[in-house]
């Protein structure tokens, strides 16, 4: 069975801090990855995802992340944040043979100015 | 691309009214996917449509939901009754393919209010 888990359902940041936000994964095979950003009164927007290939993917906005087979995590950071990144954020999965998408119960960021 | 519309934005309705959500996919996707989300429970996923079919709805929490994907741009979801326990964002969300790697385009959802 599939299951995401992002640790910390809140995470706060000073403006121009480091931003990192946790995803694990558990699946018996290497899944497609994928983080989505929600801003207040919207729809999940897909920052980047992982597919195969290089294990570091950049996404929109400045976030970037990175996949460890070895770790099973595939963990979102920013190098400095803004107000702007101020959302909830999901971790989802694809296992590649099926189209279901399993999704984590998201991290609220939080941007102190 | 438009991407994926829903309407209406915002729903209020009484207890024991019939609520309809309508959903546009993005032209040419061939899967479509109905969230649910709340605070408690997060984001659940209540069916998908594979080429207007549906494959999964072992989410729909109870006869009183059913859908619809009459063809491949438009796809209702229905609650009859309504419960103030339906009040929720409601999203609908395409894909392109029925694997591989593409992702889920969500659209801005429905802010259902059952009082």
């Known amino acids: 069975a599939q299951s995401v888990t992002q640790l910390g359902s809140h995470v706060s940041v000073s403006e121009g801090a480091l931003v990192l936000l946790r995803c694990n994964y558990s699946s018996s095979v290497p899944p497609y990855l994928f983080w989505y950003v929600q801003y207040p009164n919207q729809g999940l927007q897909l920052l980047l995802k992982?597919?195969?290939?290089?294990?570091l993917v950049k996404g929109i906005n400045g976030f970037e992340a990175e996949f460890k087979k070895s770790e099973t995590s595939f963990h979102l950071t920013k190098p400095s944040a803004h107000m702007s990144d101020a959302a909830e954020y999901f971790c989802?999965?694809?296992?590649?043979?099926?189209?279901?998408?399993?999704f984590g119960t998201g991290t609220s960021l939080t941007v102190i100015p | 691309d438009a991407g994926v519309i829903q309407s209406p934005r915002h729903e209020v309705t009484e207890m024991g009214q019939e609520v309809t959500l309508r959903c546009k996919p993005i032209s040419g996707h061939n899967s479509l996917f109905w969230y649910r989300q709340t605070m408690m429970r997060g984001l659940e996923l209540l069916i998908y449509?594979?080429?207007?079919?549906?494959?999964?709805d072992s989410g729909m929490p109870e006869d009183r939901f059913s859908a619809k994907m009459p063809n491949a741009s438009f796809s209702t979801l229905k609650i009859q009754p309504s419960e103030p326990r339906d009040s929720a964002v409601y999203f609908c969300?395409?894909?392109?393919?029925?694997?591989?790697?593409?992702?889920?385009?969500f659209g801005n959802g429905t802010r259902l209010t059952v009082t």
């Open positions: 992982y597919t195969t290939g290089a294990t």
């Open positions: 969300a395409s894909s392109l393919t029925t694997t591989g790697n593409s992702p889920l385009h």
């Open positions: 449509f594979n080429n207007n079919v549906p494959i999964d």
């Open positions: 989802a999965v694809k296992p590649p043979a099926r189209n279901q998408f399993y």
